[in-house]
Structures are given as structure tokens and as C-alpha cells.
């Protein structure tokens, strides 16, 4: 999704919105995102939310390292925001795996081009997990969004959901699992992720 999609009223709030952001001096640790358009201040995670981030990007990065992977090229990052001028919102996903080296994106087309979002949910941000982003990254295009979920309110359990087929801005597939079981990425990943080891 390009900047030039999006109507006058509304770039001239997105323009205005991340030259905020830039411009922000975010304590060490903490991460600005804007959500629907609000500017919001995400604290460090708790140890068991980093945890989880740690287990499934050593699961992710394991798979670009083996030999024969069909994402040996991919890169597995921490820190990258993702633009969603739509959506008014430009995020910070615990993790983003993309086809090839961040460097080679223009930062306002790099949703388009991700394989995958992972987000794990802490107490303040699990609305917005569920919510906003959800919508987010689906109007974005991006084809996997894998959602560690510590609250799930529909179970009251901690649950892993994979959201898949984006469409009209709205995921069309998901497919969740219990923590302790395992949950499957589908190509180009064609990885089984082992959620024995999370931390609720």
C-alpha cells in the first residue's frame, strides 16, 4: 500500500502523525507505534513476553539457516516498523521476517512485501494486538499474522492464532492452538512451531 491510496484529508494527518513519531526521543527500552492514529508509548516487556519473542525467532531463524530453506535469503528482525497509512498506524511488531535484506525496502511499502508478523500479547497491549493490528496487517497485505496470545478472551487460555488469506482488510483463515501444542506456518515457511515452551 502506497502513500498516494490513501485521501488528502487523511495524508496530511499521516504526514503530520510520523514526522511526530521521527521526531519523538523515546526512553531506551520503550517503542512509540501509532494507532488509528493515536501516538501510544509501549513499555519494555516482561520476561515471559521476551521469552516467547526469543523461542520462536530461534525457531524462525533456524529454519532460514537450514540448508535447503526456501527462506534462506529471509531476515528476521525486531526493531522495524511497519507502515500502515490506512490504517493510520505504524507498528512495531515483536518480530518481522522478510524475503530479503531490510535495507532494500522503502519504509512505506515494507508491509506489503513481509512474509510474517508475529505479536505476543502483554496486558496492555493485547487490545491492540487483537484489534487494530489485526485489522492492520491484514490491510496491509501481509499474508501470515501469528498472534501469541497469553489472555485469549474468547478461552480465557493462552492461545496461538494464525491469521492467513488477507482480504479486503480482514484475515480470512485462522487457525489457533492451546499453548503446549504445536501450530504449523504454512509455505514458504512449511515450519512447525512448538509452543510447548511458552511462558504464560
Not at 161 to 179: C, I, M, Q, W
Request: hydrophobic share 40%; glycine share 8%.
Amino acid at each position: 500500500m502506497s502513500i498516494a491510496a490513501v485521501e488528502p484529508e487523511a495524508l496530511l494527518s499521516w504526514q503530520f502523525m510520523l514526522r511526530t513519531w521521527e521526531e519523538l526521543d523515546v526512553p531506551e527500552g520503550c517503542r512509540a507505534e501509532i494507532i488509528e492514529g493515536a501516538l501510544i508509548l509501549v513499555t519494555p516487556p516482561k520476561p515471559e513476553h521476551s521469552q516467547i519473542v526469543w523461542q520462536v525467532n530461534k525457531a524462525l531463524t533456524r529454519e532460514i539457516l537450514r540448508e535447503g530453506s526456501r527462506i534462506g535469503e529471509a531476515e528476521v528482525h525486531q526493531t522495524v516498523d511497519v507502515r500502515v497509512p490506512l490504517r493510520s498506524g505504524l507498528y512495531i511488531p515483536d518480530l518481522l521476517v522478510l524475503p530479503r535484506p531490510v535495507l532494500e525496502y522503502d519504509p512505506e511499502n515494507l508491509a506489503a512485501e513481509a512474509l510474517l508478523v508475529v505479536e505476543v500479547t502483554s496486558r496492555s497491549t493485547a487490545d491492540r494486538d487483537r484489534g487494530p493490528k489485526l485489522w492492520g496487517y491484514a490491510h496491509a497485505g501481509v499474508p501470515l499474522y501469528l498472534l501469541v496470545d497469553r489472555w485469549d478472551p474468547e478461552t480465557g487460555r493462552s492461545e496461538v492464532t494464525l491469521f492467513s488469506g488477507p482480504e479486503n482488510g480482514r484475515y480470512t483463515s485462522a487457525t489457533k492452538v492451546p499453548f503446549g501444542k504445536e501450530i504449523r506456518l504454512p509455505a514458504p515457511f512449511d515450519l512447525t512451531l512448538d509452543t510447548g515452551g511458552f511462558p504464560a
